[in-house]
């Protein structure tokens, strides 16, 4: 079956524009995770959702950061103002439930380029 | 807070080498272990977990012992071969911390033929 897709695969943009990027989880995952993913360093967690409400958004980093999941499956990652430090790979996990021996799958994930 | 230490890449090896790399972790509960692998152009991939203390997590010839006392979960593999070449991250996930996982921060390993 098909894995977690994420959308686009590459975007850069300018310093101070708006970017949304998308991902697809899993279908049936109710639960679903982005992590942010700097050079040289593992995945840090940024929000989770289980079902459409967000029950955890303790790593994004400021108000600038903002996800939805309107309908329980695809979720939208969006940044406001975007600054150089942005500049990462994002991506995105769903699993089954959010017990924490379930495996979680990753996306491909979108490498965000702010110049 | 719940954390993941592991060795510093990065870590070359010739084939058939054995290979060890160290993971230690500090957590306030009882977390779930894994190690993640990341290939050369591919997402993450889970390559193997452990659940409980003393579980023992193997997957395609690597393995790693879930170690309470010692509070580590270090990957070993017999023979590395060339396709072994990939970037390693352990990790650990916490149902107190709505089972986010903390990884980290990568032990890239390169085998020379």
């Known amino acids: 079956g098909a894995g977690v897709s994420q959308t686009p695969s590459n975007k850069v943009t300018e310093k101070g524009k708006y970017v949304e990027l998308r991902c697809d989880p899993i279908?049936?995952?109710?639960?679903l995770y982005w992590y942010r993913q700097s050079l040289g360093q593992g995945p840090e967690f940024l929000i989770y959702?289980?079902?459409?409400?967000?029950?955890?958004d303790s790593g994004l980093p400021n108000d600038r950061f903002f996800a939805v999941r309107p309908e329980g499956s695809v979720s939208t990652l969006k940044i406001q103002r975007t600054e150089r430090g942005d500049s990462a790979v994002y991506l995105c996990?769903?699993?089954?439930?959010?017990?924490?021996?379930?495996?979680?799958?990753f996306g491909p994930g979108t490498r965000l380029t702010v110049l | 807070g719940n954390s993941v230490t592991q060795m510093e890449g990065p870590v070359t090896l010739s084939e058939e080498a054995f290979l060890t790399i160290n993971c230690t972790y500090t957590?306030?509960?009882?977390?779930?272990l894994f190690w993640y692998v990341q290939y050369p152009g591919e997402g993450l991939q889970l390559l193997l977990k452990?659940?409980?203390?003393?579980d023992k997590g193997s997957n395609k010839g690597f393995e790693a012992t879930y170690r309470k006392e010692t509070t580590s979960f270090h990957l070993e593999k017999g023979s590395v071969q060339v396709s072994d070449s990939a970037v390693y991250f352990c990790?650990?996930?916490?149902?107190?911390?709505?089972?986010?996982?903390?990884f980290g921060s990568g032990t890239r390993l390169s085998i020379r033929p």
């Open positions: 279908s049936g995952h109710t639960a």
């Open positions: 996990a769903s699993s089954e439930t959010s017990v924490s021996y379930n495996e979680q799958f």
């Open positions: 990790a650990l996930s916490d149902r107190s911390s709505a089972s986010k996982i903390i």
């Open positions: 959702f289980q079902g459409t409400g967000a029950a955890d």
């Open positions: 452990a659940t409980k203390a003393d």
């Open positions: 957590a306030t509960g009882y977390p779930s």
